[in-house]
């Protein structure tokens, strides 16, 4: 039975998220008279990384997120800037950064012209609607899963619930979910009984108590996953 329905993640699998957190930064530092210096990225990385695993498991809310790591960030620093207005403006700056993996545009053209594509991604409301709709495959997808709308993260079986309600409950042997998290994206996949393409650019080491159908390097592997099968 082919694949004829694929939920993507949106950051670190189709959109250079890394590239995008460093522009919008830069931008909001500049704007408030700082300058960002690149050991920033590093020290923002370790405040921030933990508060998306917490988010995973349910231990943090979105709203507060966005806010406590520009606290933890500012405190690291010693700079003596206001977290919630940084926090806006960061959010405006990085609805603004719609840079793509490299091959993820014509990836998703080709894929849709035969299969229905889903983004779901566990993203904040005021970042990801901008850059969805700004980017240049937004247009692809059938539809756009954010965790903060929807009032549940990956890899939390309800928003896989939500996805396949909002697609009218395919069979799920027809669907396969690709990202690169095996925390979110290929738990979650696997709990819900869905195969899983977990995409590591990287080569970061396996989980060895997570079976993941697929594992990638390059995003063009997966045309012949979704055709051979």
Same mark, same amino acid.
């Given at each position: 039975?082919? @694949? ?22 830069? #931008? ?11 050991? @920033?990225?590093?020290? &923002? $990385? ?11 498991? %349910?231990?943090?809310?979105?709203? $507060? ?24 403006? @960061? ?34 409301? /005021? ?5 969805? %709709? ?16 929807? %009032? ?19 069979? #799920? ?5 690709? %990202? /690169?998290?095996?925390?979110? /994206? ?8 869905? /195969?899983?393409?977990? @995409? ?8 060895? #108590?997570?079976?993941?159908? &697929? ?15």
């Amino acid at each position: 039975m082919a @694949y004829n329905t694929l939920l993507f993640d949106a950051d670190g699998t189709l959109f250079d998220y890394q590239r995008a957190e460093t522009w919008a930064l830069t #931008k909001t530092f500049d704007q408030y008279g700082h300058r960002f210096e690149p050991s @920033y990225s590093a020290i &923002y $990385r370790r405040v921030n990384d933990p508060l998306w695993d917490a988010l995973e498991q %349910g231990a943090i809310t979105q709203d $507060r997120l966005k806010v406590k790591r520009f606290e933890l960030l500012f405190e690291t620093l010693g700079l003596d800037v206001d977290p919630d207005a940084f926090s806006a403006s @960061y959010s405006r700056q990085l609805g603004q950064a719609t840079f793509l993996i490299d091959g993820a545009r014509d990836l998703v053209a080709a894929l849709s012209a035969q299969h229905r594509l889903l983004l779901l991604t566990n993203g904040l409301t /005021d970042v990801q609607r901008p850059r969805f %709709g700004a980017s240049a495959i937004g247009h692809y997808f059938e539809d756009w899963i954010i965790s903060q709308e929807v %009032g549940v993260a990956k890899p939390d079986p309800r928003i896989f619930d939500i996805a396949f309600e909002r697609l009218g409950q395919p069979d #799920k042997r027809e669907v396969l979910i690709i %990202g /690169d998290s095996l925390s979110s /994206d290929m738990a979650g996949g696997i709990a819900y009984g869905i /195969d899983t393409c977990w @995409y590591n650019p990287d080569g970061r080491p396996a989980d060895p #108590k997570m079976t993941v159908t &697929y594992q990638i390097a390059d995003l063009d592997e997966l045309k012949k996953i979704v055709n051979a099968r």
